[in-house]
């Protein structure tokens, strides 16, 4: 029985007995959680790419306080609307580069769909990588040509939100790059296939 329960308990018990029963929602000197009635009375994020949010757990009573938490924001990957002349021009490197692309593999060499091999995918990835400094972000197409970066997941294919990277002829591909010196907000690029190489 956790130690919060315990006490909880022995008020009921006490109001059982004819005493009354109330419960103390911490305050956060208590436990180090913010209190909110909305986002504007939460803390700045810690970064400037999250966003402080005021919420509230599931079933939770709709007059009591909801608490604060940081979200990232999810920056837009769509070349053509990223305001980054770096990120555009590594973009079209990828495309001049397209013949590269053909028959692309994953990390254990399983050849990926045409669609994952499209020119400028690993550059939209690593857009996202680089910019939140996470090797987990990845660039998923939304709708239509409109893309966001998300968190990656396992399971869904590359330019939809994929983990994987693109591999040409065996060697990940040189768009990517490590971010041990990765500042956020600033998008980093290597350099484009080289065709026939």
Known sequence: MSYLRQPLIALCLFASAGLSCSLIVPDESDDGVVRCKNSDECPSPTSPLSEAVCGSGDGQDPNSPGVCWEVLRLANCAPEKVGDETYREAFDAAQASSGAYGGCTDAEGNELKPEECEAGNDVRDQYCRSFYCREEMACSRVTG??????????????????????????????MYTDLDDCKEAVATFGTAPVVGG
Request: charged residues 25%.
């Open 145 to 174: 040509s409109a893309y966001r970066c998300t968190a990656c997941e396992d399971d869904k294919e590359i330019a939809e939100g994929g983990c994987a990277s693109i591999y040409l002829g065996g060697e990940i591909s040189p």
